[in-house]
């Protein structure tokens, strides 16, 4: 697998489904979640950057396209790479996808912006962080 894409392997649990028994759609937030985490946390530059509190990454949009259903004991692999850089932003793309037979389960486009966190406001991508993020996009 080509190393700019992190991989989490979840598996479904009864507490995730719905009333129908299929994974609850607010569910997919905290499975997506859970795979930028991972991401950021396998990158040492951007984890670095980010550590030192005076900037961080915010989402500001957030789409997602269900496809399938998950059950529970289903084991679901959640890929995600950085697929675009922009001045202001940038966008994650993220697939959920079933182990045993690989079919996309739902994918999302995550847009975020670089936040100054003291001035509370975007600011440009530039720079140093500019550099490490574009060692890291996989259109």
Same mark, same amino acid.
């Given at each position: 697998?080509? =190393? ?10 009864? %507490? ?8 609850? *759609?607010?569910? %997919? ?14 990158? =040492? ?5 980010? #550590? ?8 500001? *949009?957030?789409?997602?396209? %269900?496809?399938?259903? #998950? ?9 995600t790479r950085l697929s675009e850089i922009g001045s202001?932003? #940038? ?14 389960? #739902? ?7 670089l936040l100054d966190v003291a001035a509370e406001r ?6 140093e962080i500019r550099e490490i993020m574009a060692r890291?996009?996989? =259109?």
């Amino acid at each position: 697998m080509d =190393p700019r894409i992190s991989r989490v392997t979840l598996r479904v649990r009864g %507490y995730h489904l719905d009333g129908y028994g299929h994974v609850n *759609n607010a569910r %997919y937030l905290e499975f997506l979640e859970e795979g930028r985490w991972a991401y950021f946390d396998e990158r =040492p530059g951007l984890a670095a950057f980010l #550590a030192r509190g005076d900037r961080a990454f915010v989402a500001v *949009n957030l789409n997602i396209d %269900y496809r399938r259903a #998950a059950v529970a004991g289903d084991d679901l692999e959640v890929l995600t790479r950085l697929s675009e850089i922009g001045s202001r932003r #940038a966008c994650i793309h993220q697939e959920v996808r079933r182990v045993c037979d690989t079919k996309l389960v #739902a994918r999302a486009d995550i847009t975020f912006v670089l936040l100054d966190v003291a001035a509370e406001r975007a600011v440009a991508i530039d720079g140093e962080i500019r550099e490490i993020m574009a060692r890291l996009v996989l =259109p």
